[in-house]
């Protein structure tokens, strides 16, 4: 992926410097890029079975967590240059896409935490990997979760951390446009198994705004180089609810997706890829997912 030297935004907030510590108990609602994920390296994490952390996950107390002070990365931690470079691209792109459609877009902030952070949704855990907090809208990522993906997962490559940050900003997309609020607003009123279901179409969207801003950002500044696009399919077929199911428990239970199979994933990155129109990311339209 060619991004060295592109606008780096001003929107993130380096909180690494104090480790966080705090509780593993994580309250209030937040999307992550695979619940099953956490719950999976949670397990090895914390040596618990991950259904634990999962019911610790939907159902646990905030906890409180001192707050590093917010202030600029260092300008030669190249990871960090490298996420603000991606969080800049999709901020041109989202801009300009909704000023297309008339409404104006407004800059999510991105965290980078090490260990644990508060969020209007609670605390953010890095055991949970990087997650979108509709409530303070922000992204939070623990870098370390890069070298779980390239690692632990089999997705390496820059194109693929990059998705990992679209996906987190298309969840911002879906809370601007009021989608991921009407989702919420169903929690309670549908039964656990439709709800999930719902909670299914709402990642695959942000999987297809993810490919959106990718198809965008290539026409303006061809960022893309050969085998980014495998790299980014291969993080999200690595990232399915039955690859990760498969990997942590070695059985697949679909009702209990929330994030979609791998062939979705990727099916849903390269439909907004190859359309980089929002109305063809319309997940809860599709007669098949
Ligand atoms: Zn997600």
């Known amino acids: 992926m060619k ?14 410097s104090s480790g966080g510590g705090g509780s593993p108990l994580f309250g209030g609602r937040s999307i992550g890029v695979g619940t099953i994920v956490i719950a999976l390296l949670g397990g090895w994490i914390f040596g618990i079975n991950p259904l634990t952390i999962l019911g610790l996950l939907s159902g646990g107390q905030p906890a409180q967590v001192q707050q590093a002070p917010a202030h600029k990365p260092p300008a030669d931690d190249k990871m960090a240059s490298f996420v603000s470079t991606v969080l800049a691209d999709t901020e041109d792109v989202w801009t300009d896409v909704f000023s297309k459609g008339g409404a104006r877009y407004q800059d999510p902030k ?8 508060p969020t209007a949704c609670g605390t953010g855990q890095a055991a949970m990997g990087p997650f979108y907090c509709p409530a303070d809208q922000k992204v939070y990522i623990d870098l370390g979760f890069y070298e779980t993906l390239k690692n632990q997962l089999g997705a390496p490559g820059e194109f693929a951390q990059a998705y990992v940050i679209a996906h987190e900003v298309g969840h911002h997309v879906q809370n601007l446009l009021g989608i991921s609020e009407k989702v919420d607003q169903q929690r309670g009123r549908v039964s656990q198994a439709q709800y999930n279901q719902l909670s299914v179409k709402l990642e695959l969207q942000a999987d297809c705004f993810a490919g959106v801003w990718a198809n965008h950002a290539q026409s303006a500044r061809q960022i893309l180089e050969n085998g980014d696009i495998e790299a980014a399919m291969n993080a999200a077929a690595k990232i399915g609810d039955d690859a990760l199911q498969k990997q942590s428990q070695g059985r697949v239970v679909p009702e209990s997706f929330t994030h979609g199979t791998s062939a979705q994933r990727v099916r849903w990155f390269n439909n907004g890829l190859q359309n980089g129109s929002v109305k063809e990311c319309d997940t809860f339209s599709a007669r098949t997912l």
């Open 110 to 117: 991105l965290v980078l935490f090490r260990g644990a952070t």
């Open 3 to 16: 991004w060295e030297g592109n606008r780096e935004s001003d929107n993130v907030e380096d909180r690494r």
